[in-house]
């Protein structure tokens, strides 16, 4: 069982910065197998992919309509990810979820993560 708890969302104005933050617990976790990713829901859409990391190599998976302005990491030692956004606009507001799945082959698909946090809001104001 894995638990992943989101913080760092808030209210901010377009072309700020916020920083997420997304702890990951449970002992099944694998730093060789899993993927942990970032997904956001604004009102009356669909969830989306935003971005995404591999754990044991660190390689990164981003929407196009994140490309150049959000950047996730991790921490190997603090079992930790943050997504590091820039120059937010007004339709990056919605809930960001993060997940995270063994063996994941498509990062950008939700079906592939087995657990999910319960989200924090990110609100981009213009």
């Known amino acids: 069982q894995v638990r992943l708890v989101e913080s760092g969302g808030g209210l901010v104005q377009v072309g700020d910065s916020l920083r997420l933050n997304c702890e990951v617990f449970?002992?099944?976790?694998?730093?060789?197998?899993?993927?942990v990713g970032w997904f956001r829901q604004a009102p009356g859409k669909e969830r989306e992919f935003v971005a995404a990391?591999?754990?044991?190599?660190?390689?990164?998976e981003y929407a196009d309509s994140v490309k150049g302005r959000f950047t996730i990491s991790r921490d190997n030692s603090k079992l930790t990810v943050d997504l590091q956004m820039n120059s937010l606009k007004s339709e990056d507001t919605g809930i960001y979820f993060c997940?995270?799945?063994?063996?994941?082959?498509?990062?950008?698909?939700?079906?592939?993560?087995?657990?999910w946090g319960q989200g924090t809001q990110v609100t981009v104001s213009s």
């Open positions: 990391i591999r754990w044991e190599y660190g390689t990164t």
């Open positions: 449970g002992r099944t976790f694998n730093r060789y197998r899993n993927t």
């Open positions: 997940a995270t799945g063994r063996n994941v082959a498509s990062a950008m698909m939700s079906s592939g993560y087995d657990y």
